[in-house]
């Protein structure tokens, strides 16, 4: 069992199927994510912002993929943890939680104690620290749309690509894309950018060679990344990652 001490830097923690994100994060620009999230406040309220709703306080919020917001953090040092759809978990948190609303105000209990939150956050314990019970049973996620997900996750493709992937997995580029919005929540072309984006996330080792990591995982350049960045998490890579410690290979919750 991966176990480390949650110190108040920046910290990401990557795993196949989630990634965590310790740490203050600016007021983000509107932006909307290709994974579930759950934002936990590790001091006071933060803010969530939606149209036409306005502005939501919490101390915990999990939102749908797709679902357009922006974060207003009022300085608070946050866990972000990034859900991957492709996860069973995830898969049966979205029907127990999200089903009827995008977005679930304040699922996590704040009679947890800071130290037992902490353990279920690095652990990647989400039934838990969203107090359900063991979820069972079959997902509804189209089988294609999975095995697209699934390896999309395993090695992002470039645009031209995504035809071949289509037939990989018996349906036509044109449906393949039908089936993924209605499934996922987003296009197939932006959870291919979103899924470029995590295989750098996963492989990353230090932050100061970020840009040719970058360039590594298809980024055109430093500007096409923080682009990139500010569309999928609302925020460019220099605001999040000085300092940043990374941390990879955590068992995953079963």
Known sequence: ???????????????????????????????????????VSRGSEFHIELEPEGRIACHSVLLEAGLRHRLLSNTQPLWVCFLEQHSPVTQRIRQHCLSSAPLLHNPVSRALPRPALESLVLQGQWQALLGLQRLSGCTSMDERVLACAVSLSRRPLAAAELSWLARECGLSESRLRHLFRDHLGVSLQYYRQW????????????????????????????????????????????????????????????
């Not at 110190?7 to 994510?33: F, K, M, N, S």
């Open 1 to 39: 069992m991966y176990e480390m001490a949650m110190a108040e830097e920046r910290q990401l923690i990557c795993d196949a199927d989630h990634t965590v994100y310790a740490g203050q994060v600016p007021d983000t620009d509107w932006h909307l994510h290709a994974s579930v999230t759950l934002i």
């Open 195 to 254: 899924a470029q984006m995590r295989g750098l996330m996963l492989q990353l080792r230090d932050t100061h060679s970020l840009t040719r990591q970058a360039l590594a995982h298809g980024f055109f350049d430093s500007a096409h990344f923080s682009r990139s960045c500010r569309k999928l998490i609302g925020v460019t890579p220099s605001s999040i990652t000085r300092g940043l410690q990374v941390h990879t290979g955590r068992k995953q919750e079963e």
